[in-house]
C-alpha cells in the first residue's frame, strides 16, 4: 500500500445488521462509514424523515491514509472483542489517492438550458459570454442540473417564446423544496421579482443561502422552512421533489398561486402522472406532461378561483 492511499473495509450487511456493523468499523477507527446497494435494488420514493434501506447492503469504512494492514486487521478485532461479537466477514481493499477537487472538476462542465441560461461551475466559463449563468459547484445538497428533473424545470425557466422573451419578468417564484438553490437562483436571473425558497432540510437551507450570496441574489430570495409561506398570490410554484408529498399538497399550491398561476412539479415517474393529475385537476388545468430519462415534468395553470 502506497503511503498516500487510503484502505477501505468492505462487508455485507442488512437493515438488521447495519447499525452494530457501522458502529464496529468506527470504533475501529473508521474516518467514515458508507451505505452501498449490493443488489441494485431502487429506492425512490422514502416518505419526508424516513431512513429506507437496501434488503442488501455493502458497508466500506474509510479509514486514515497510509495506515498499515496489519494495524488495521488488529483495531478490527479489538473493536469486534469490546462489542461482544464475532468478527464479521470482511475484506480490505485501497482507494488510491487523488486530488477530489479536480476529480468532479473533470466531469462537471457548464449545460445550457434553453437559449441563455447556463448552469457553470466555478472553475469553468459558459460559451456564451452574454448567457445568464448561474454559478454552482457539486455540494451535499441536492440539485446541479445533471439529473432529468432538474434539468427539465431549468428547461422551463430558460425558455423563451415569440409572444413573451422574460415570461418570469416581476414574477413571485415559490422554488418548493429548493435543495442547492438552483432553480431558485435561475429564477431570481430571469427577472423574477422575488423567490420563495423553501425546504424541509436545513442543510438545504444553508446551500441554497450560501449559492444564491455567491450568485450576487440573494436579496431576491425569501429563505425558509415551508410551514412559514403564507401567500395567495405567486405567479410561480415550482416543486422538484417526489411523488408522495406531491400527493399531498395540490390544495396547498392551489391556495398558495393566482389565477392563471403555473405549477411545475417534477422528481415523478412518467407512470405517475395519471394519479397525480386527479389529484389536481380539481384546481389546475394540467397540460400533457413530457419526461426525459423516465421522469415527468408537469406543467398546469391555476384555474379561476
Not at 47 to 74: C, K
Not at 91 to 110: C, G, K, N, Q
Not at 276 to 288: A, T, V
Amino acid at each position: 500500500m502506497s503511503t498516500a492511499d487510503w484502505p477501505e473495509v468492505a462487508l455485507s450487511a442488512t437493515p438488521e445488521t447495519v447499525d452494530e456493523l457501522e458502529a464496529w468499523l468506527f470504533t475501529a477507527g473508521a474516518v467514515s462509514v458508507t451505505y452501498q446497494d449490493k443488489d441494485d435494488q431502487p429506492i425512490l420514493e422514502p416518505a419526508p424523515g424516513e431512513l429506507r434501506l437496501w434488503d442488501n447492503i455493502t458497508l466500506v469504512g474509510l479509514f486514515a491514509q497510509a495506515q498499515d494492514t496489519d494495524s488495521l486487521i488488529t483495531a478490527l478485532h479489538l473493536s469486534a472483542q469490546a462489542s461482544s461479537m464475532p468478527v464479521p466477514e470482511y475484506t480490505i481493499r485501497v482507494l488510491a489517492d487523488a486530488v477530489w477537487e479536480r476529480a468532479w472538476m473533470e466531469d462537471y462542465r457548464p449545460m445550457q438550458f434553453g437559449p441563455k441560461l447556463w448552469v457553470c461551475p466555478s472553475h469553468r466559463e459558459p460559451p456564451d459570454a452574454d448567457a445568464v449563468i448561474v454559478r454552482l459547484d457539486p455540494g451535499l445538497a441536492f440539485g446541479t442540473g445533471t439529473h432529468p428533473t432538474t434539468a427539465q424545470c431549468l428547461n422551463w425557466l430558460g425558455r423563451e417564446t415569440q409572444t413573451n422573451r422574460a415570461p418570469l419578468n416581476d414574477a413571485v417564484v415559490v422554488d418548493y423544496g429548493c435543495g442547492s438553490g438552483v432553480l431558485a437562483i435561475a429564477a431570481a436571473k430571469l427577472g423574477a421579482k422575488s423567490v420563495l425558497a423553501v425546504d424541509i432540510d436545513d442543510q438545504a437551507l444553508m446551500a441554497t443561502r450560501q449559492n444564491a450570496a455567491d450568485n450576487g441574489v440573494l436579496d431576491k430570495l425569501q429563505i425558509s422552512h415551508p410551514d412559514t409561506l403564507n401567500l395567495t398570490d405567486a405567479d410561480v410554484i415550482i416543486a422538484n421533489i417526489l411523488f408522495e408529498p406531491l400527493t399531498t399538497l395540490s390544495e396547498r399550491f392551489a391556495g398558495m398561486l393566482g389565477t392563471g398561476g403555473i405549477l411545475l412539479m417534477s422528481g415523478i415517474l412518467e407512470d405517475q402522472v395519471a394519479e397525480l393529475g386527479m389529484r389536481y385537476n380539481k384546481w389546475f388545468d394540467i397540460e400533457p406532461a413530457t419526461a426525459s430519462n423516465g421522469w415527468a415534468l408537469i406543467t398546469a395553470s391555476r384555474l379561476p378561483k
